[in-house]
């Protein structure tokens, strides 16, 4: 059984990826944590709600997280998911509602009190995961693996032209959880862009597929096609986080993977949030993350389509 917990700055492809952690067999999502990010603090809290009343057969409780970046100021990207962050949908208001303890609090307990059993997967600003390492050390040594979705160790930005969104909102947290110690897998925005595009004619199949799970796939995505056509020229919607927790289910999925030396820049305005992976250990400095290089785009959209024709 893996245990994952997801934090999460629910908008977008955040919710196919809770979407596959909830549907996946032999998965338990413990619970979800939420922390600053996509879209409105609440409304994010809102869409994580509605995501697992609609898709869980069990309860899986939401947490909501730290509503600011530790020292930076914040910009939505609700240009790229809608301003609901749910391609405009606004879907109705979920029955369940989350919890009163905050969302350190409880990856602090949930980790310590199963030392070795909880992954992580980390799809937003990195703000949560910060705080919790620096609140609790034994954070680090309990947590099985902590997967971040985060930076590019080839290509550009996306937020700017150096840097990927999730560590643009926080490059303070970003840079803690990179020196504590952790040695995360990340998989960086390049990793989206070249092996999880699902071009746009797939999006129209998937519609007539008939079940709940495509149904909303499609209607979640319908503002993302739209943005990544005209900024990016993408033939179709990018799923940087659902990879992520595809690679946390099926190690196969990322086909390169090496142990690098990563930082991310926090001072600059310019750079703000740029990831610097030093590919060829010219720092000679020990590698603190494992780095995604290559993943496996067919493996990646089999397991994709088999959560969305389940039900
Ligand atoms: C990241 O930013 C968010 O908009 C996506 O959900 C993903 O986590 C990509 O840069
Ligand atoms: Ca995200």
């Not at 917990?5 to 990826?17: K, R």
């Not at 032209?161 to 643009?168: G, I, L, M, V």
Request: proline fraction near 5%; glycine fraction near 8%.
């Amino acid at each position: 059984m893996l245990r994952l917990v997801i934090d999460t700055d629910t908008a977008g492809d955040d919710t196919i990826s809770l979407l596959m952690a909830l549907k996946w067999p032999g998965v338990r999502l413990e619970a979800v944590t939420v922390v600053c990010g996509n879209v409105e603090f609440s409304q994010q809290v809102e869409n994580a709600l509605y995501t697992v009343e609609n898709f869980s057969s069990y309860h899986v409780p939401v947490y909501p997280g730290c509503s600011r970046p530790l020292l930076k100021t914040w910009k939505y990207a609700d240009y790229v998911h809608g301003k609901d962050g749910m391609g405009e949908n606004y879907f109705p208001k979920a029955r369940q509602r989350p919890e009163r303890k905050h969302a350190v609090q409880a990856l602090i307990e949930l980790v310590n009190s199963n030392p070795g059993e909880i992954s992580i997967i980390a799809q937003g600003p990195l703000t949560n995961i910060a705080t919790a390492i620096m609140l609790d050390r034994e954070f680090v040594k309990n947590v099985k693996r902590l997967y971040v979705m985060g930076g590019y160790a080839d290509g550009f930005g996306n937020v700017t032209p150096a840097a990927e969104y999730n560590f643009w909102v926080d490059p303070d947290a970003a840079k803690i959880v990179l020196h504590s110690g952790v040695k995360p897998l990340i998989v960086g925005w390049d990793i989206a862009v070249k092996y999880s595009v699902v071009e746009e004619a797939m999006h129209r199949e998937i519609a007539s597929w008939g079940t709940k799970a495509a149904d909303f796939f499609v209607k979640v995505n319908r503002k993302v096609v739209e943005f990544e056509k005209r900024t990016m020229g993408l033939a179709g919607s990018t799923h940087p986080d659902t990879i992520t927790t595809a690679i946390a289910i099926e190690p196969r999925v990322a086909r390169r993977v090496e142990p690098r030396y990563v930082d991310v820049e926090n001072g600059s305005e310019l750079t703000r949030g740029m990831s610097v992976v030093d590919h060829l250990g010219v720092l000679g400095r020990e590698a603190n993350a494992d780095v995604c290089y290559e993943a496996d785009g067919k493996l990646f959209r089999e397991m994709l389509f088999k959560v969305l024709r389940s039900g």
